[in-house]
Nanobody
Framework: VQLQACGGGLVQAGGSLRLSCAAS????????MGWFRQAPGKERQFAVS????????YYADSVKGRFTISRDNAKNTVYLQMNSLKPEDTGVYYC??????????????????????WGQGTQVTVSS
């Protein structure tokens, strides 16, 4: 399974960006996908996750109300619409996926250990 993330870039504070992450490879049936981000010198942090079957979502408080995750089942693609961006949103954004449904939603799926597959990351830079 490969995850290909794209859509990052440089934007001014208050602006918007849309990230996408496409899953490919042998038969892939995702239970959940998510976005994490990593600022320079900091640990990778959870941003948002989505349960594939019903589209249920879970957001970190830091992005709630500004970011929106969505999915396209036919394309095995997840999107992250980021609005009202702040300088503290700067970092490398990673998409992640898992086929494992054994954890209680959403708790483990808000942590790195809840995911098995990771994309290569895309840089988001928000200037002040």
């Amino acid at each position: 399974v490969q995850l290909q993330a794209c859509g990052g870039g440089l934007v001014q504070a208050g602006g918007s960006l849309r990230l996408s992450c496409a899953a490919s490879g042998r038969t892939f049936s995702s239970y959940a996908m998510g976005w994490f981000r990593q600022a320079p010198g900091k640990e990778r942090q959870f941003a948002v996750s989505i349960r594939w079957s019903d589209g249920d979502t879970y957001y970190a408080d830091s992005v709630k109300g500004r970011f929106t995750i969505s999915r396209d089942n036919a394309k095995n693609t997840v999107y992250l619409q980021m609005n009202s961006l702040k300088p503290e949103d700067t970092g490398v954004y990673y998409c992640a996926a898992t086929t494992y449904s054994g954890f209680i939603w959403p708790y483990r799926y808000a942590h790195r250990t809840g995911f098995d597959y990771w994309g290569q990351g895309t840089q988001v830079t928000v200037s002040s």
